[in-house]
């Protein structure tokens, strides 16, 4: 006769299964009412947190632009992020599989049905906002589009925020205030143009709506000594504004918790340069040489109040995989390594991430295998790192497909009879 065995511990199954992906977890919670309580416990989901921190991902996502339904379409996938791929030469690539979430259509048109979302991807930041942050992702197009999207891009729930009308430039950002646990977009009104900035903080639907913003300092722009780029910085937690003067343009990174500058030697402001260019990766294959100074310039922020920085230059030699011009920023991991991108993604054809270890000066690439072959055209990739699983985050009941009623504002009502008047 067999003897049963003792049961397990609540501890040990929470051990275990905070070890599973979200999408298992949420499976698991269907099971009973005991598991559903047990797994929604404010102590499981830390745990759950935890150890997704300590194996962050990769996240992918892909625009379809060349689907038969038109353009519109979006694909995410995550990968493992590796925090130490340099135990081979950095002429040899490794192989990291990415695994697929979802796929959700953001179609054309301009109505409160879930089918006329239209979001479409243009790689000027000009004309197309794109952000992650804890776990959410915020996509917003230009002034004829659709209005912003919040995505779980695991789940793929999403939420439609109010409407906002935008004149000539898409620029809104996406934060989240990890003190107070608020996911909020900040709308940057056109210098030249109508309206004013304007801040949402996304909660539950009846509470969002746009906020006046006051530009509380003086404009950077006032002093006769004033260089050509600014940063504009933006405190979510006391909602004010401040500015850091650079000498130069360059992209904003985080680097291990501190703000610093990246950009290369011969670097320009590519989306100046293109201004009239919606597709900037057009722009760079017409006008650009994929052969370029390979100098990289980091500069990180030691001292807020004194603008005090740490300046470190890096060169290294690259193999025929790894053209700058082909690549992007997409960040820095924990511990420290910055990754670079490939802008696109073409069917049967590799992909790659770099990881550039400063300290040791080492660049190693890696090919990403699993996107599959159903994109017909080239697509555009926006790469991010540090991406976890935060059951707090797949619990919230604001990423689910909701639509506030559209309300007409007097710039929307302008816009609308200039279209009328053209018809």
């Known amino acids: 006769m067999m003897k049963s065995s003792p049961p397990m511990s609540i501890e040990l199954i929470l051990e275990i299964i905070s070890r599973l ?10 099971v009973s009412k005991q598991c559903e309580s047990m797994f929604a416990t404010p102590y499981f989901k830390s745990l759950f947190l935890t150890k997704s921190l300590s194996k962050p991902r990769l996240l992918f996502a892909i625009a379809d632009d060349g689907n038969p339904k038109g353009r519109g379409e979006w694909c995410f996938f995550s990968s493992p992020q590796l925090e130490d791929p340099y135990e081979k030469s950095s002429s040899s690539a490794l192989v990291s599989a990415a695994e697929f979430h979802v796929k959700k259509y953001f179609s054309c048109g301009y109505t409160d049905s879930p089918e006329d979302i239209q979001i479409h991807h243009y790689s000027n930041i000009k004309y197309f906002s794109c952000g992650y942050n804890s776990g959410l992702l915020y996509l917003h197009g ?5 209005r912003p999207v919040i995505c779980n891009p695991n789940t793929g729930r999403y939420a439609v925020l109010p409407e906002r009308y935008t004149y000539r430039k898409a620029y809104s950002f996406f934060g989240f205030d990890p003190i107070e646990k608020k996911y909020k977009v900040l709308y940057m009104a056109y210098a030249t143009g109508p309206g004013d900035h304007a801040l949402l903080t996304f909660g539950a639907p009846a509470d969002m709506r746009w906020r006046k913003i006051e530009c509380n300092t003086k404009d950077p722009w006032d002093d006769d000594a004033h260089d050509d780029y600014v940063i504009v910085c933006f405190d979510l937690k006391s909602e004010k504004f401040s500015f850091i003067h650079v000498e130069r343009f360059c992209r904003l990174i985080n680097f291990m918790g501190k703000l610093a500058l990246i950009y290369w030697e011969d670097d320009f402001d590519i989306y100046e340069a293109a201004t009239s260019d919606l597709d900037v990766d057009k722009y760079l294959k017409k006008k650009l040489v994929a052969d370029a100074n390979n100098e990289l310039h980091v500069w990180v922020l030691e001292d807020v109040a004194k603008q005090d920085w740490s300046k470190y230059t890096y ?17 820095v991991t924990a511990s420290g390594a910055i990754v670079f991108s490939m802008r696109n993604y073409t069917s049967k054809k590799p992909f790659y991430v770099f990881y550039f270890n400063p300290e040791r000066n080492i660049l190693q690439s890696v090919e990403i295998q699993g996107f599959g072959k159903g994109f017909k055209n080239p697509c555009s990739v926006r790469t991010f790192v540090n991406h976890v699983e935060d059951l707090h985050v797949n619990d919230l009941e604001l990423p689910k497909p909701f639509h506030p009623p559209r309300r007409a504002t007097k710039y929307s009502e302008s816009h609308k009879e200039r279209k009328r008047a053209r018809k």
């Open 142 to 146: 230009c002034r004829y589009q659709g």
């Open 315 to 331: 060169t290294w030699s690259t193999d025929k995989i790894f053209f700058r011009r082909h690549v992007y920023i997409a960040g």
């Open 21 to 30: 992906p979200g999408d298992a977890v949420a499976r698991f919670r269907c």
